[in-house]
């Protein structure tokens, strides 16, 4: 039997995700790596100040779990006729108390931020800006960007690119954020294609998420230019430079064809749609952090990307965990009896 704390407990982490909050902070400790190690005049070590990381792990943990908490306050009531086990319709936490957590996860994002442009003065007003806009970004998404399909796929990596730039918004390797933005909207769109979400995604649907998606790198990299010609580029080849393939990317690079052959197999082994959907995105989700540690293998130091890598096993764990420990409230509770039809 489980006592009441740990009941609690539970409901307060299936309420926030937060299993898969290891995905956000990896994200953004890349960036902030990636940061240090474009600035540092000596060793990136010397130059790292583990506030900014704390600050931008708050940030992480803050904007992640509010979005989740928003999603289910939101869906209370389309969850209690789909997903009456979940923690609002079930009962087991009060909307009130809903309402309380996901505030304080917002007042945690907004003072990591803060603590973070404190901490990073070149690029502080920006973080913080970029901290509020993931989250009016996060809201539309919640209210009513996941109805529009389409649009609401691109928000999804729109948000995953917002949160990581809040590190380093002056991108000092454009090719981790850009990444981010493609894999988690492409993969939330192949999921939500193979669970056959409704409304069915269409030819249009397809080619709007692509298009999207074009535009917006197409976007991202003229500002890049631009900032870079208003900080001391003296041509075009000189801004355009770190656009150019080397070979600090071939790892990343083969991550990516890893990835491809690993949702292949998934789909290989689980031919039922939502089965595949729902691990083709489990996994997607978690291989982001392959893709930040490859980044920071390549361009900080292997010492830094296999620390990094290690929040993998911990995310890993952790949603193994939590669906172990849903069993066991499971088995502690009553059973419930129907009267049988006659």
């Not at 509020?132 to 009513?144: E, K, Q, S």
């Not at 996941?146 to 609401?152: D, H, Q, R, S, T």
């Not at 380093?168 to 981010?180: E, F, Y």
Request: net charge positive.
């Amino acid at each position: 039997m489980l006592g009441p704390l740990s009941q609690r407990l539970l409901t307060l982490l299936q309420l926030t995700r937060m299993a898969l909050v290891f995905t956000a902070i990896s994200n953004g400790a890349c960036e902030v790596l990636l940061r240090v190690h474009d600035r540092a005049r000596d060793t990136y070590l010397a130059s790292l100040d583990p506030r900014a990381l704390a600050a931008m792990a708050a940030v992480s943990i803050g904007l992640y779990g509010f979005g989740m908490s928003l999603n289910d306050i939101i869906d209370r009531r389309r969850d209690s006729r789909i997903a009456a086990h979940r923690p609002l319709p079930s009962g087991r936490i009060r909307l009130s108390t809903a309402h309380a957590i996901c505030a304080c996860l917002a007042l945690l994002a907004g003072w990591g931020g803060a603590a973070y442009a404190h901490w990073t003065k070149e690029s502080g007003t920006l973080s913080l800006g970029l901290v509020i806009l993931t989250g009016l970004l996060i809201v539309f998404y919640d209210l009513a960007g996941k109805y529009l399909v389409a649009l609401g796929l691109v928000s999804l990596g729109m948000i995953r690119f917002l949160q990581a730039t809040i590190a380093a918004p002056n991108l000092p390797v454009i090719w981790h954020p850009l990444l981010l933005l493609g894999h988690v909207t492409i993969l939330s769109t192949v999921a939500y294609q193979w669970e056959q979400k409704r409304p069915p995604l269409t030819r249009k649907h397809w080619w709007t998420v692509l298009i999207s998606l074009a535009v917006l790198n197409l976007a991202v990299i003229g500002f890049y230019g631009d900032y870079q010609w208003r900080h001391g580029a003296q041509n075009l080849r000189e801004v355009f430079n770190d656009l150019q393939f080397n070979l600090k990317l071939a790892p990343v690079l083969l991550t990516i064809l890893v990835f491809i052959a690993l949702a292949y197999r998934v789909r290989l082994r689980n031919p039922v749609g939502a089965d595949a959907g729902q691990k083709l995105m489990l996994y997607g989700l978690l291989w982001l952090i392959v893709y930040d540690s490859a980044f920071v293998a390549s361009y900080v130091s292997l010492g830094a990307g296999a620390v990094l890598f290690c929040l993998m096993p911990i995310a890993w764990w952790s949603v193994q965990l939590m669906r172990w420990w849903s069993k066991v409230y499971s088995l502690s509770q009553r059973p419930v009896f129907q009267r049988a039809r006659t």
